[in-house]
């Protein structure tokens, strides 16, 4: 009869068995580090990606602010100067119906010292004194509504000249500020759509088609 075969026995010796654990753990030691360096990396990129867009939306968030400035000092510009042209147009038209009757007073009262009458004569300077003092003081007031009311549309149109260059010149930024916030957002959603990370960004839009 034949003998029966048997499986061949590696006896491995106790020194050599703690050499290869040893190495196993050193392999796998390695594994896990390399792949802890790669999630570190792309961490550390998102991280990176999220200031950058934080950046450009706070400078893209102060130059809107500029623009609604800008549009805020046009509006009172404009509305100052409109005022201070109504103003101005009431003031001299009534100046000039008081212009009208001064002189027609002033007729009636040179007619009066024409008379023979002292008593008239008398009663006519004191008129005359009474309306040129009261047409002086109406002169002073129209002056002093002319002097406020030009400084008032000299005022609006600093403001709307000003508005105006404030809001062509943020204008022009504001378009940069918007193309680099977008490509910002796109960047940081690409990085973080790779590692499944759906944290919105700050002042997130639409993802780009």
């Not at 499944?196 to 002042?203: I, L, R």
Request: aromatic share 4%.
């Amino acid at each position: 009869m034949k003998k029966q075969g048997r499986t061949p026995q590696i006896i491995l010796s106790t020194g050599s068995l703690k050499s290869i654990l040893v190495l196993l753990f050193f392999i796998t030691s390695l594994s896990f580090s390399a792949l802890s360096q790669g999630i570190n990396k792309q961490e550390a990129e998102i991280a990176k990606l999220r200031t950058s867009v934080d950046r450009a939306y706070l400078a893209h968030k102060k130059l809107e602010q500029k623009m609604a400035m800008a549009d805020s000092l046009i509006e009172i510009g404009t509305t100052m100067r409109e005022e201070s042209s109504q103003e101005i147009k009431a003031a001299t038209s009534e100046m000039k119906a008081k212009n009208k009757t001064y002189t027609s007073e002033k007729k009636v009262l040179a007619k009066k010292l024409k008379s023979k009458n002292k008593v008239d004569i008398a009663e006519a300077k004191a008129e005359i004194k009474t309306v040129d003092a009261a047409y002086k003081a109406e002169v002073k007031a129209y002056d002093a509504i002319m002097k406020a009311q030009t400084k008032k549309s000299t005022d609006g149109t600093k403001n709307l000249e000003k508005g105006k260059t404030i809001k062509k010149d943020s204008g022009k930024a504001l378009k940069e500020a918007s193309k680099t916030l977008t490509n910002a957002q796109y960047a940081l959603e690409d990085a973080t759509d790779a590692v499944g990370d759906e944290t919105p960004a700050k002042g997130k839009k639409g993802k780009k088609k």
